[in-house]
C-alpha cells in the first residue's frame, strides 16, 4: 500500500521510470528527489544514484530521466491533493506528510507579508523521504532501557540514523501496556491519515497530529494523563521548557535530538538534567551507546 501510494504522485517519464525501479529497489531507497531541469535522483544507504527511463539505476547523471517543469508541477499537485490553499501552512512549513508517513520536503521562493513567511511559489524541487516501519527495532533499546520501569530518554543521532523509526517502534511496544501520547508535529510517527494512524503506533497511543511540541506536550497533559510523552526531533528552547513542565507534573518523556555525541549535545549548550538515559544512535537505527546519568553526570 505505501509503495503503490507513492506512485500515484508520478506521472509520464519520471512516473514509468519511477515505478519501474519500485518493483526491483524500493526496500532500498530512502530518498526520491526531484530538481526542475535536472536529472531524477534517488538516494540508497549514503549514495546518489540517478534514474533512466526504463527503470534502471545508474551513476551516470547524462543517461538518466530529465525532471520537467510539468513533471514538479503535477507532482506538486497531486501531493496537495490538488487543492493548494489547503495545504498553506504545511508548504510555508517546508514539508507535506502524505499517506503512509512519507514526507516530502518543498523548496521554492518564499514569500513574505508584514514581516511573515505567507507562502512558497515557483516549486523548484521535491524530496520524497520514504518512511518505513521496521517492527521490532526498537526492542534493544525498550529491554536496555526500560528495563525497570518508565524513565526520560533522550535518543540522539545524526540525519538518516534511524531516530524516527526506532521512536515509531517505541510507541508501539510502550503502547501495549502504558498510556502513551505521541506529539507527532510532522505527521511521521503515526502518520494519521483523515485521522486515522497508518502506522502501528500501539493500543493504548493517543496522536497528537500537526501540534507543535510545546502545545502538543502540555495540551497532551491536560487531557489525556499520560504516563509518557513521545515527541520526535526537539531542539528549542520551548520544547526542553513544556519536556521539563511535563516531567514535574509526573510525566516521562521520550525524546529525539540531533547530535551524533553527548560532546556534541553539551557544545550545543542542551539541558540535559531532565534525561535519566541517552541513546546515540550509529546509523540505522543502531545503538552505539547508552550513557546513563548518576551523581557525577552521565556515565
Not at 180 to 186: C, T
Amino acid at each position: 500500500m505505501k509503495k503503490d501510494g507513492i506512485i500515484n504522485y508520478f506521472n509520464g517519464k519520471t512516473g514509468n521510470a519511477i515505478c519501474r525501479i519500485f518493483d526491483a529497489f524500493f526496500e532500498d531507497i530512502q530518498e526520491i528527489r526531484m530538481r526542475v531541469n535536472q536529472p531524477l535522483s534517488v538516494w540508497t544507504g549514503n549514495k546518489v544514484c540517478f534514474i533512466t527511463a526504463d527503470g534502471q539505476l545508474t551513476y551516470n547523471a547524462k543517461s538518466a530521466v530529465r525532471v520537467s517543469e510539468q513533471d514538479i508541477c503535477h507532482t506538486f499537485e497531486a501531493i496537495c491533493q490538488y487543492s493548494i490553499h489547503s495545504f498553506q501552512r504545511e508548504i510555508t512549513d517546508g514539508f507535506i506528510t502524505v499517506r503512509g508517513g512519507h514526507r516530502i520536503g518543498i523548496c521554492g521562493t518564499i514569500v513574505i507579508q508584514n514581516g511573515r513567511a505567507e507562502y512558497v511559489k515557483n516549486i523548484s524541487s521535491l524530496n520524497f523521504r520514504i518512511a518505513r516501519e521496521i517492527t521490532g527495532c526498537a526492542d534493544e533499546l525498550y529491554n536496555s532501557v526500560f528495563a525497570n520501569g518508565l524513565c526520560n530518554v533522550l535518543v540522539a543521532g545524526t540525519p538518516s540514523s534511524g531516530k524516527t523509526t526506532i521512536l515509531r517502534d517505541l510507541s508501539r511496544i510502550l503502547g501495549e501496556k502504558y498510556k502513551v501520547s505521541v506529539i507527532d508535529e510532522r505527521g511521521e510517527i503515526a502518520a494519521v491519515w483523515n485521522g486515522i494512524p497508518q502506522n502501528n503506533v500501539g493500543i493504548n497511543t493517543d496522536i497528537f497530529n500537526g501540534y507543535d511540541k510545546p502545545t502538543g506536550i502540555m495540551t497532551a497533559i491536560r487531557v489525556m494523563s499520560p504516563q509518557i510523552i513521545i515527541c520526535d526531533e526537539i531542539g528549542s528552547d520551548a520544547d526542553f521548557t513544556a519536556l521539563n513542565n511535563a516531567s514535574n507534573c509526573g510525566v516521562y518523556t521520550a525524546a529525539s535530538i540531533h547530535a551524533g555525541s553527548v560532546e556534541e549535545l553539551k557544545c550545543k549548550g542542551i539541558k540535559l538534567d531532565m534525561f535519566d538515559k541517552i541513546v546515540i544512535l550509529s546509523g540505522c537505527g543502531k545503538i552505539s551507546q547508552i550513557i546513563r546519568r548518576n551523581e557525577k553526570g552521565y556515565a
